[in-house]
């Protein structure tokens, strides 16, 4: 593994530069097609140089191959997050929400309101970060936990 770290590594350095960037893990793909981990970051750097239409299937295999762990919560958030932006929404929702109720990630979170935007439930989008917020219970929300639930209810 200290090899591939060294080319993932090595490959990063070249951030400024997309085109490098993405020969160094272009040129070993045939090498390193089986190993998730590799594939997580080559879509990263896809998706990085905004090419996400391209990081999706790369994601995808890296998730299939399974990939754990923290990388496994990363590439299906930034899965969830290149379907939003390839217009891809429903996927990206289903995907997202998933994942934010598996893991409480505020990122999933975050990018689930991004996608249910996009896809034009302005009004789901709110009200999911509201609940969110709502259930952390800091400061003075428990205070107004009832009133600000019966709002939240207005929101349809």
């Known amino acids: 593994m200290s ?3 060294e080319i993932i590594e090595e490959a990063w ?27 997580f970051e080559y879509a990263n750097a896809l998706d990085f140089l905004g090419k996400e ?11 299939k191959l399974g990939i754990s762990g ?15 932006v390839t217009g891809e929404n429903e996927s990206a929702i289903a995907i997202l929400s998933r994942v934010q109720k598996e893991t409480g990630d505020p990122a999933a979170l975050v990018f689930l309101c991004i996608a249910l935007f996009r896809s034009g439930e302005t009004k789901k989008s709110l009200k999911t970060a509201l609940n969110f917020i709502l259930s952390d219970n ?14 939240l209810d207005e929101i349809d």
């Open 3 to 5: 090899d591939l770290n």
């Open 13 to 39: 350095k070249h951030q400024d530069n997309p085109e490098l960037l993405l020969k160094r893990f272009q040129e070993v793909f045939e090498d390193y097609r089986g190993n998730s981990v590799y594939l």
């Open 53 to 63: 239409t391209g990081a999706i299937p790369i994601y995808q295999m890296a998730l």
């Open 70 to 84: 923290k990388m496994k919560t990363q590439a299906e958030i930034q899965l969830g997050s290149s379907l939003s």
């Open 138 to 151: 800091q400061g003075l929300l428990p205070e107004y936990k009832r009133s600000l639930s019966q709002y």
